[in-house]
């Protein structure tokens, strides 16, 4: 299983692809803030284009915040999969904090089904 791991950022990191035959699903996510500089508030975004069959003549890329957890200075949440569950991104699984902080460090694991 692939895992990927970055820090908090305010721009939107990408952990999984967006694949047309597959849904991301993330199986686990430790969420490192000991040596943060503040509490830091993390979310899962989806972002896909949706497709012309919709209803959309024209659709556009869109994001969706699939999952949102705070984690206070100082600790470390740990999340498995059944906390995860009923997680899934329709397009690329993307990782966005609240701020920039370069020791609050985020490691996910994902499948594709």
């Known amino acids: 299983m692939p895992s990927l791991v970055v820090t908090a950022h305010t721009t939107a990191v990408l952990v999984a692809v967006d694949r047309a035959d ?6 686990s996510m430790v969420i490192d803030n000991l040596g943060g500089a503040a509490d830091r508030t993390i ?3 989806d972002v896909f284009t949706p497709s012309e069959t919709a209803g959309e003549a024209a659709p556009v890329e869109t994001t969706v915040d699939r999952f949102r ?3 206070i200075m100082g600790d470390i949440i740990a999340l498995s999969e059944e906390d995860l569950k009923g997680v899934k991104c329709l397009g ?3 990782i966005i904090g609240d701020a920039i902080d370069a020791d609050c460090h985020i490691s996910v694991g994902y499948k594709h089904e």
């Not at 597959?22 to 199986?27: D, K, L, M």
């Open 69 to 71: 957890i705070a984690v």
């Open 22 to 27: 597959a849904v991301a699903i993330p199986t």
């Open 92 to 94: 690329a699984l993307m």
């Open 43 to 45: 979310r899962i975004q």
